[in-house]
Nanobody, 123 residues
Framework: QVQLVESGGGLVQAGGSLRLSCAASGRTSSRYAMGWIRQPPGKEREFVAAISWSGGITYDADSVKGRFTISRDNAKNTVYLQMNSLKAEDTAVYYC????????????????WGQGTQVTVSS
């Protein structure tokens, strides 16, 4: 089992920045890809970004390319999502996710979920 705990969400004005963190615990010796999936209000969950265990491969949704950056620190068992130039449409609950590969996460094949953190962007 792997437990994922997100932090860093909050309220920000459009054009601002936030940095989300996700700390993993439990069976962290396994080499999981990590990622972020969000659920806007009243909509389905959608893929945001993913990163391989080594950090060498990343995937980004078209809607966040050039604005969001995913990274990880395996020594701290933590993955980050730096979000810049935030827009009102980025408002969502952001979930940390772990899976076999980044491609799996992009296809919504998730092994473990965090509890989610709210990001609200005011326009």
């Amino acid at each position: 089992q792997v437990q994922l705990v997100e932090s860093g969400g909050g309220l920000v004005q459009a054009g601002g920045s936030l940095r989300l963190s996700c700390a993993a615990s439990g069976r962290t010796s396994s080499r999981y890809a990590m990622g972020w999936i969000r659920q806007p209000p009243g909509k389905e969950r959608e893929f945001v970004a993913a990163i391989s265990w080594s950090g060498g491969i990343t995937y980004d949704a078209d809607s966040v390319k050039g604005r969001f950056t995913i990274s990880r620190d395996n020594a701290k068992n933590t993955v980050y999502l730096q979000m810049n130039s935030l827009k009102a449409e980025d408002t969502a609950v952001y979930y940390c996710a772990a899976g076999s590969t980044g491609w799996d996460l992009k296809q919504n094949r998730v092994d473990y979920w965090g509890q989610g953190t709210q990001v609200t962007v005011s326009s």
